[in-house]
């Protein structure tokens, strides 16, 4: 199977993705599911939203205003620390479905050994992951108003 440019079709490149895609992203949604029921119980028992009701607030507020801020903090934690799982399965993917990217390019270059652009595409992903390290730490702040950063 060749490559198909989003350019020259892009129904053809998303019909080309999807199978790689439910294969990457199907690792994770199972424990975040699990985590996301979980959480959302647990917060939906605390008092303060037994209090948002008995002021009379509809079941969608309380849910939306009140209950998913609070329930999405361990699970933004979660979804952040899956994120370098992702990357390294990208490498893998691109392989097996013989996609080009910097996984496969890193594999190629390893397999020849042409260490200076494995060392460059370690340091991209080495970055992309400290990237998404700063922003789950952003969106804390974001989440629970009571996180101050100074």
Do not use: C
């Amino acid at each position: 199977m060749e490559f198909i440019s989003f350019f020259k079709d892009p129904l053809g490149n998303l019909g080309m993705m999807i199978i790689p895609a439910l294969v990457l992203g199907t690792g994770q949604t199972g424990g975040t599911m699990r985590m996301t029921r979980t959480m959302m119980l647990e917060v939906l028992r605390q008092d303060y939203i037994r209090t948002a009701w008995s002021k009379g607030l509809s079941e969608r507020i309380v849910v939306i205003r009140h209950a998913i801020k609070n329930a999405f903090i361990p699970i933004v934690t979660m979804v952040g620390g899956g994120i370098p799982m992702l990357i390294g399965g990208s490498v893998i993917i691109e392989q097996i479905f013989n996609l080009p990217g910097m996984g496969r390019l890193m594999l190629d270059s390893l397999f020849a050994r042409d260490y200076p652009i494995v060392s460059a595409i370690n340091l991209i992903f080495a970055t992309l992951v400290i990237a998404t390290n700063l922003l789950v730490d952003l969106t804390y702040g974001w989440l629970d108003p009571r996180i101050h950063y100074q």
